[in-house]
C-alpha cells in the first residue's frame, strides 16, 4: 500500500476538526458539571421515580397501539379480519390474550378467543374457554372463567364475566377469596364468598356482591342482600375480610384486618356505610 493511499484513508478514519473540537468541548463541559456536583460511587446506584415514565396508558393513547399478533397458523383479509390458529397471541399494550383460536375483526376492533383462553390485563388474569372482547374499551364477555387480581391476590370462578370498561365488570354465579390457594386435592379455602352478582370496580376500590353467602371455616352466613368490601389493604367501610388466628383455648377467631380487633365469630363484621 502507497504513503498516499494511507493518508487517504487516516482521513476518512478521523473526524473533522471542528466535530472533534466540540466532542472535546462537551466533554469539558460535563467534567465541569460533575466536578460540581460530585456523585458518591462507594454506595450502589439507586433508580429514583419520574413522572416522564407513564406507568399507566391514557385511554385517549390505547387506541393508538399496534396489535402483535402470532401463531401456528394466520389468515385474513387486510383492514377487514384475521385469523389465527394454534398457539393464537395476540397483544396490545398492558393486553395480552392467548388461546388455540383467535378471530380479530378490525372494523369493529372485536377478538373472538375460543379453547383455553388466557387474557391478562396489566397483571389481572382470567382464564376459560370462550371470550369475546372489544380492545379498546374493554368490553366484552368471558364464559365459565377462573380469575385472579393483581392488587390483593383475590380470585374466584364465575359462570360468566361481562366487562363493562377496563376497571368495572360483572361476575355472575360467582365465588371470591383472598386465601392462597394450596395444590392439593379437595383444598378449600377458610373463607369464600359465593354471590349471585360480584361488581368490582378497580379504580373506586370496591366490590359489591349482591344475594351473598359468605362461608367461614364451615359455617356459612344466611343469604346478604348485598355487601360491599374492598379490593386492596386501604381502609374502607363495608365487610371486611377475615384472617384466621388460635387463641390460648384452640378456638378460631376471625381477626379484622383493618382494625387488629379479635372477635370470636365466624362472620365477618359489616359496618353501616358513612
Known sequence: MSRRETLQRLRR???PLPLAVLSLALLQAHGASYAQSPVNLDGPL???RTPLLTEIIPPSERGQLPSLVTGDRISGRPDLDTIVEGNAALRRGALGITADRLEYYQPNDLAKATGNVRVNQGGNVYEGPELQLKLETFEGFFNNVRYKFLANEAHGEAQRIDFVDANVSVARQATYTTCRREDFPGWMPAWLLTATTLTTDTEENEGVAKNARLSFMGITTPPIPS????????RKSGLLPPTIGIDNTNASRSRSRTTGTSRPTAT???RRRS
Not at 355487601?227 to 386501604?234: D, I, K, Q
Open 268 to 270: 365477618p363484621r359489616s
Open 13 to 15: 478514519a478521523s473526524p
Open 46 to 48: 439507586t433508580l429514583k
Open 227 to 234: 355487601v360491599s368490601f374492598p379490593l386492596s389493604s386501604e
